[in-house]
C-alpha cells in the first residue's frame, strides 16, 4: 500500500489535513485506530474562535485583537507569529466550514452566532448549540466522503518506518484482520490528538486520547515540545469528569462556593469574574476546595438556573442531557456539581506553522502536535481553531512537498519495522510476569493527578519522577496478553499504556526543570513568571531513563510579556 | 453485585456463540461501559468491544443492554437488574463479541450523498440563515450514527437494500437545510422500495435513538415531500 501522503488521525485535523492535501492533487490515505466519526473532536461543545464581528457586542472586533488575547493567554510563552497566522486565518476558514453545511447556531440577519469566551476581549466564539465539535466533526468527515478519500478505519498505528534519517511509513496493526500491515508513504502527519488519559482517572479526555501519538515519534527520536504545560478544565462533573463547558459560563452561568458566593470576585476583576481564562479559574476553585468552601471537599457548584428553562434548552441542551444522564440532576433546578478535571495537552510534537519537526517526511497537526499557539495556556475556542488552520496548513504544506516525488518506498524500514512489531506482540503474549497493566496505568494516573496537577512543587514532583520510573520497570513484567485474533483490545490498551508512561516522564521532568510559575504551570515554592530565565520552549529528547531536557526561544513579535491581568 | 451476561463469539473458532457471566462490583454512577471495562482490565482480557468519549458523543460503544438497545456509556447499571445481559447490535456481521461489521452500515449513509451540495456559490461571507430555518435542523442533525436504530429495525434485519433509519434521517437532514439545493435528486434518491417506501412504520429507532431523534418521523415527512414533488412534477420516479 502506498500513498503520497498518510495522515494518522481522524479527528477535526487530520480529516482538515486530509482535504487540504487531497485538494492540492496527491493520493492520500487517512488511517485511524476508530472510525473518525468516533474522534474526540466531536466532544468539543462550546465553539471556535473568530474575528467574524458577529455578535452585538463584538462588531469592533479584530484578528489582532484574537492575536493579541491568544498570545497573552499563554502567558506569552506562544510563538507570535504562529498565533498571528491563526488568527487571521480563523474567518476564512470557519466560512468554509460553514459553506460545506456546518449547522452553526445563527443571528435574526443569519449570521453565524457568537458567545463570550474566557480571556477573550470580545465575544468571538463560535457556536452550535453545545455541540460545536460534533457538527464540525460530521461536517469534515462529509466533505472527505464526497472526495472518496481512503479511510483506512480500525488501523491501529504502532510505529514509524524511518531509514536514514527520513520516514517512509508507519506500521499498523489491522483490528479487522488482527495482522500487522506496513503502509509506505513519501510523508506522514500525525494528527492523534491528545493525552488526557495519561491522567485517567481525572480527565475530560475520551480512552482513545493516550499518551501514543506524542511517544511514537518521540520514540523515533523527535523532540516533544513544552509538555509540562497540561490544561486543567474548570469545570468537569463530578464524578465522572465529563467536560461541562466553558459555554455554561459564557451564557451566564455561576461558580458557587459552599457559602454561595461567587468567589471568582476574590480572584479576579468583577468585569471577568468566571470568564477569566483556564487555569486562573481552575485554580481558583481549587484554592476554594482546598481551603475548606467546597462541597464534600472536593467541588463547587455550576450554577445556570438564572438563566432560565429556555436558554439553557436552547443553548445548552446537550449540557443538560449529559447532567440527567449522568447525574441525574437537572441544571434547570439544581446546580451542577463540578471540579477542575485535565483537559488539554498544550505541548506535543515539536513542528512549526507548515508542520515541519526535525525528521524528514514527518509532520504534525493538531492537539498532538505544538506549533505552538497556545504557549502555557490555551485560550477555549482555540483548540478547534488550531486543529482546522494547521490541519489546512499542514495538508498543503507537505502536498507541496510530495508532488512530483517518485514513489519511495523503503522496503527495509518498513520490513524491519514490521519485523519489530510482530516480535513486540510475541513478547507480550509469551511474558511470564504478574503486573496487571491497568493496575500500572490506574497508578500512573494517580500520581499524575496528585503530584503533576494544578498545584506543584518540587517534592511531589521529584517523587512523581521516581514513581513513574519505578512503574515503568514493573511494565516490564507484565502478565501476558492473549492472542484474541482479531480486535485485541488489551493488546491495543497495552500498547497505549507505553505510550502513556513515556509521555508521563516528559510532562514530570519538564515540570520538575521549569523552576517559575507560567499559565497552567503554577509551582508554589516558583510561584512568579521569570522571563529572564524562562520565557523558553521546553524540549524534551527521548531516553528510556531519563529525557533530555533542552530549551529553545520562543519567537517574539508586536507585543511585549506584561503582567497578565485580568 | 450485578452478574453480566455476556455475549461471546469469536468466528475463526468452531465453537459457536455463547454467554459468559461476569460478576461485576459496582458502585454509585457506574455505567455499562465502565462495567465492561472492569471486565477487561480484571476479569477477561480477551472481551472485545467498542468505545471512546465515554459521554454519549462518538456513538462507538452502542449494544444491546437488557432488551434495549443504546449506548453502554449513559446506561447506568443501577438503572438494570441483578443479571444484565449484553449482546451486539443485530443485523451486522459480528467480528468478534461486541464488535460488528459497521461497512454496510456507513456504505448506505455514504449513498445518500451525505454533504451540502449547495444552492447558491459561496461569497466570501457565510450563508444567511435564520435562526427559524436553522431549527428545523434541530432534531436531524444531532445524529451520532451509533447504529442503535439500524440494530433495532427489523426491516434492516431482512432487506439488506434497505437504507436503513440513519441514511434517511440524513437525507432529510439535507432537504430541510435552507442551504441545500438538491432536495428533488434527494428525493429521487430515497422514494422508492429500497428508501422511505420500504419502512413499515415500527417506530423502534425512534424508541431507542440515544439522542431522542426521530428517524421514524423523518421518514414520514420525507414521504410527504416525495408526494408533494410527484404532484408538482418534480419528482421523476416510478418508486
Redesign the interface.
Known amino acids: 500500500m502506498f500513498y503520497d501522503v498518510i495522515i494518522v488521525g481522524g479527528g477535526l485535523a487530520g480529516l482538515r489535513a486530509a482535504i487540504a492535501a487531497f485538494d492540492a492533487g496527491v493520493k492520500v490515505g487517512l488511517v485511524s485506530k476508530?472510525?473518525p466519526?468516533?474522534?474526540?473532536s466531536?466532544?468539543a461543545q462550546g465553539g471556535v474562535n473568530a474575528a467574524l464581528g458577529n455578535h452585538p457586542d463584538g462588531h469592533d472586533d479584530t484578528p489582532e485583537r484574537h492575536a493579541y488575547d491568544t498570545i497573552k493567554g499563554s502567558d506569552f510563552l506562544a510563538d507570535q507569529d504562529a498565533v498571528e497566522l491563526m488568527a487571521n486565518l480563523a474567518p476564512e476558514t470557519i466560512?468554509e466550514f460553514?459553506?460545506?453545511?456546518c449547522?452553526?447556531?445563527?443571528?435574526?440577519?443569519?449570521?453565524?452566532a457568537q458567545r463570550p469566551f474566557g480571556g477573550a476581549g470580545f465575544p468571538r466564539t463560535c457556536y452550535?448549540a453545545d455541540?460545536t465539535g460534533?457538527?464540525m466533526l460530521?461536517t469534515c468527515y462529509?466533505?472527505v466522503?464526497?472526495r472518496n478519500i481512503d479511510v483506512l478505519y480500525e488501523h491501529f498505528v504502532t510505529k514509524l518506518a524511518v531509514k536514514n534519517g527520513r520516514c517512509t511509513g508507519v506500521i499498523a496493526l489491522n483490528l479487522?484482520t488482527g495482522e500487522f500491515e506496513t503502509i509506505a508513504g513519501n510523508a506522514v502527519i500525525f494528527a492523534t490528538g491528545g493525552s488526557g488519559r495519561v491522567y485517567s482517572i481525572n480527565t475530560t479526555n475520551?480512552?482513545?486520547s493516550t499518551g501514543l501519538g506524542l511517544a511514537i515519534p518521540y520514540w523515533a527520536g523527535v523532540a516533544l515540545k513544552d509538555m509540562e504545560f497540561i490544561q486543567f478544565h474548570p469545570t468537569g462533573l463530578e464524578?465522572?469528569s465529563?467536560?461541562m463547558t466553558e459555554g455554561c459560563r459564557g451564557e451566564g452561568g455561576y461558580l458557587l462556593n459552599n457559602r454561595g458566593e461567587r468567589f471568582m470576585k476574590n480572584y479576579v476583576s468583577e468585569k471577568i469574574m468566571e470568564l477569566a481564562p483556564r487555569d486562573i479559574v481552575a485554580r481558583s476553585i481549587q484554592t476554594e476546595i482546598n481551603e475548606g468552601r467546597g462541597f464534600e471537599d472536593h467541588y463547587v457548584h455550576l450554577d445556570l438556573r438564572h438563566l432560565g428553562e429556555q436558554k439553557i434548552k436552547e443553548k445548552l441542551p446537550?449540557i443538560r442531557?449529559?447532567c440527567l444522564?449522568?447525574?441525574n440532576i437537572d441544571p434547570i433546578k439544581t446546580p451542577i456539581p463540578i471540579h477542575p478535571a485535565n483537559h488539554y495537552t498544550m505541548g506535543g510534537i515539536d513542528c512549526d506553522k507548515n508542520g515541519e519537526t526535525s525528521l524528514e517526511g514527518f509532520y504534525a497537526a493538531g492537539e498532538c502536535a505544538c506549533v505552538s499557539v497556545h504557549g502555557a495556556n490555551r485560550l477555549g475556542g482555540n483548540s478547534l481553531l488550531d486543529t482546522i488552520v494547521f490541519g489546512t496548513q499542514t495538508g498543503k504544506y507537505v502536498a507541496g512537498m510530495v508532488k512530483g516525488m517518485s514513489q519511495t518506498v523503503d522496503t527495509d524500514a518498513l520490513n524491519d519495522g514490521l519485523d519489530a512489531e510482530k516480535d513486540r506482540y510475541r513478547k507480550l503474549q509469551s511474558s511470564e510476569g504478574k503486573a496487571?497493566p491497568?493496575d500500572i496505568r490506574n497508578a500512573l494516573s494517580k500520581v499524575m493527578n496528585e503530584k503533576i496537577g494544578i498545584f506543584r512543587n518540587e517534592t511531589d514532583m521529584k517523587a512523581a519522577v521516581n514513581e513513574i520510573k519505578m512503574l515503568k520497570i514493573k511494565f516490564e513484567n507484565l502478565r501476558p496478553?492473549?492472542n484474541?485474533?482479531?480486535?485485541?483490545?488489551?493488546f491495543l490498551?497495552v500498547t497505549e499504556i507505553a505510550g502513556n508512561l513515556d509521555a508521563a516522564l516528559a510532562i514530570a521532568t519538564g515540570a520538575l526543570n521549569r523552576t517559575e510559575s507560567r499559565g497552567a504551570h503554577y509551582r508554589i515554592d516558583y510561584n512568579k513568571r521569570l522571563d529572564d530565565e524562562w520565557l523558553k520552549h521546553t524540549l524534551h529528547t527521548y531516553h528510556p531513563s531519563n529525557p533530555e531536557i533542552t530549551y529553545k526561544p520562543v519567537t517574539m513579535g508586536k507585543y511585549e510579556p506584561e503582567e497578565r491581568k485580568y | 453485585m450485578p452478574t453480566f451476561k455476556v455475549f461471546r463469539y469469536?468466528p475463526?473458532k468452531s465453537d459457536p456463540p455463547y454467554f459468559q457471566d461476569y460478576e461485576v462490583p459496582d458502585h454509585k454512577?457506574m455505567?455499562v461501559l465502565e462495567a465492561l471495562y472492569y471486565i477487561?482490565?480484571?476479569l477477561d482480557?480477551?472481551?472485545?468491544?467498542?468505545?471512546?468519549?465515554?459521554?454519549?458523543?462518538?456513538?462507538?460503544c452502542a449494544m444491546h443492554i437488557d432488551g434495549q438497545y443504546g449506548l453502554a456509556c449513559?446506561t447506568q447499571v443501577a438503572s438494570l437488574g441483578n443479571k444484565i445481559t449484553i449482546r451486539p447490535l443485530a443485523h451486522m456481521k459480528v467480528?468478534?463479541?461486541m464488535?460488528v461489521d459497521?461497512d454496510p452500515f456507513?456504505a448506505q449513509y455514504?449513498a445518500i450523498?451525505?454533504?451540502?451540495i449547495?444552492q447558491n456559490a459561496?461569497g466570501?461571507?457565510?450563508?444567511?440563515?435564520?435562526?427559524r430555518?436553522?431549527k428545523k435542523?434541530d432534531i436531524l442533525?444531532?445524529c451520532?450514527?451509533c447504529a442503535s436504530c439500524y440494530g433495532s429495525c427489523p426491516v434492516v434485519g431482512t432487506d439488506e437494500k434497505y437504507l436503513g433509519p440513519h441514511a434517511l434521517l440524513k437525507a432529510l437532514r439535507?432537504i430541510d437545510?435552507s442551504?441545500?439545493g438538491n432536495t428533488n435528486e434527494r428525493l429521487a434518491f430515497v422514494a422508492n422500495d429500497a428508501g422511505i417506501f420500504r419502512c413499515h412504520t415500527i417506530f423502534n429507532c425512534q424508541q431507542v435513538c440515544p439522542k431522542d431523534l426521530d428517524p421514524t418521523g423523518a421518514i414520514g415527512k420525507l414521504k410527504m415531500k416525495s408526494l408533494w414533488a410527484k404532484l408538482t412534477g418534480k419528482l421523476k420516479t416510478t418508486g
Open positions: 476508530i472510525h466519526v468516533r474522534s474526540h466531536g466532544a466560512i460553514e459553506h460545506w453545511g449547522p452553526f447556531s445563527r443571528y435574526e440577519d443569519g449570521s453565524i452550535g455541540r460534533l457538527y460530521h462529509e466533505q466522503v464526497k479487522h475520551a480512552h482513545a464524578g465522572s465529563i467536560l446537550g442531557e449529559i444522564k449522568f447525574k496487571n491497568y496478553i492473549p484474541t485474533g482479531k480486535f485485541n483490545y488489551d490498551w | 469469536n475463526d454512577g455505567t477487561l482490565e480484571n482480557p480477551t472481551l472485545a468491544f467498542r468505545s471512546s468519549c465515554r459521554m454519549g458523543v462518538c456513538g462507538s449513559e467480528i468478534r463479541d464488535v459497521l456507513f455514504e450523498k451525505p454533504y451540502l449547495p459561496p466570501p461571507r457565510e450563508y444567511a440563515q435564520t435562526p430555518e436553522r435542523l442533525v444531532d451520532i450514527l439535507f437545510d442551504r441545500d
